[in-house]
């Protein structure tokens, strides 16, 4: 467990330690299907999905297109930050080394047909703003398996990354998101944890 802290500090993870090894192991515990990270920057939490993927056999679907265009425009995204994440997840995921990983460069409304059904996991981790990641989940929903484990992070961000409004901060969705597609839910730290029906 220490090998895949020490790789999450060393790419640059922002989830927390708690936070990494709750997705390790909800890979590992949750039904056969394959994970998806929506949102993987420069790999932090990609590597521990990796990890506990090649233990059970499962394939982890990245999806970042990197928006440039995002730049200077919300918080966070200073000038040059998507290639200089892009060329980093580049060096630490996307070197030959790890044999169970497939990245989409694209929204996930343009690549989810690329992604295969029957998903037993899933981290939305993009950017933060009620009205995208409420997307990604209402795309992603319909193809994880029944059992299968959907986590939202940054729920605590009280106001858009986009907007910097409170309306559209991402702390909304543990209260706003239909509790009745979950046979359980949860929050763990700034994760909300919610096992399909």
Known sequence: MNDILELRAAFGGLASPGETMELYNAVIN???????????????????????????GKMVYSVDPYPEELEGVASYYDKGLMKKLKADFKRNILNGQYKNILQFN????????????????????????????????TLIYPIVVSGGWIYIHDTCWDKGQLSGTVETGLLRIPTNIDQSLFSEVKMMESMFCGRKI
């Open 30 to 56: 949750s039904p056969t299907g394959d994970v998806v990270e929506i949102g993987s920057a420069s790999g932090g939490t990609t590597i521990a999905l990796i990890k506990a993927a090649e233990k059970v």
């Open 106 to 137: 694209e929204d996930l409304s343009k690549c989810i047909g690329g992604i295969p059904s029957g998903l037993s996991m899933v981290f939305i981790d993009g950017l933060h703003e009620y009205a995208s990641a409420m997307n990604e989940f």
